[in-house]
């Protein structure tokens, strides 16, 4: 990749309600502070359709808010077209990285879990679905979800070296 390059990054979770959307705000906010917005196309889609169409997650929004960060995108469902459009594909959860690998039908994209990027993670490769649980699951993923997503930029902006 040449450093004039656009790379182009999706997040993905199950609904693209919860976590994608804010996985998504916050890595346009870190890409924002860095002055990069040259060199980034990012967006999410999620590998289910029941909330094609909806805002995020009021929960996710607010934590989002909490944090400075505005969340006005709609959830979409991830497309063949996303394997050949985006670069790097990132994943949520193990289940949402098997879901991509299943309906892949070519393409370029290199895929990816989030919290391989998360310096704090563990054995833990996994952010948690907060869908069903209370504010404080919004939290603790927003959490994760900013850590890694600090790597996950250090790591493509070394890529260009
Ligand atoms: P997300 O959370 O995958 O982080 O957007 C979910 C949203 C909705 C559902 C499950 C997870 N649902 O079952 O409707």
Request: proline share 4%; glycine share 8%.
């Amino acid at each position: 990749m040449s450093a004039s390059d656009t790379t182009r990054v999706l997040f993905v979770c199950l609904g693209n309600i919860c976590r994608s959307p804010l996985a998504e705000g916050v890595f346009r906010e870190l890409v924002r502070d860095a002055s990069l917005e040259d060199r980034y196309e990012v967006d999410s889609a999620g590998t289910g359709a029941w909330h094609v169409g909806e805002p995020a997650d009021p929960r996710s929004r607010a934590v989002a808010r909490k944090h400075g960060i505005v969340l006005d995108g709609r959830a979409r469902q991830v497309s063949d077209e996303d394997f050949r459009t985006f670069h790097v594909i990132i994943a949520m959860d193990r289940e949402n990285q098997e879901n991509l690998e299943r309906i892949r039908n070519g393409g370029r994209a290199r895929l990816h879990l989030l919290r391989e990027f998360d310096p704090d993670a563990g054995d833990d490769a996994e952010v948690p679905d907060p869908y069903y649980g209370g504010p404080g699951g919004f939290d603790q993923v927003f959490h994760m979800v900013h850590r890694s997503c600090l790597e996950l930029l250090d790591a493509l902006e070394a890529e260009r070296k």
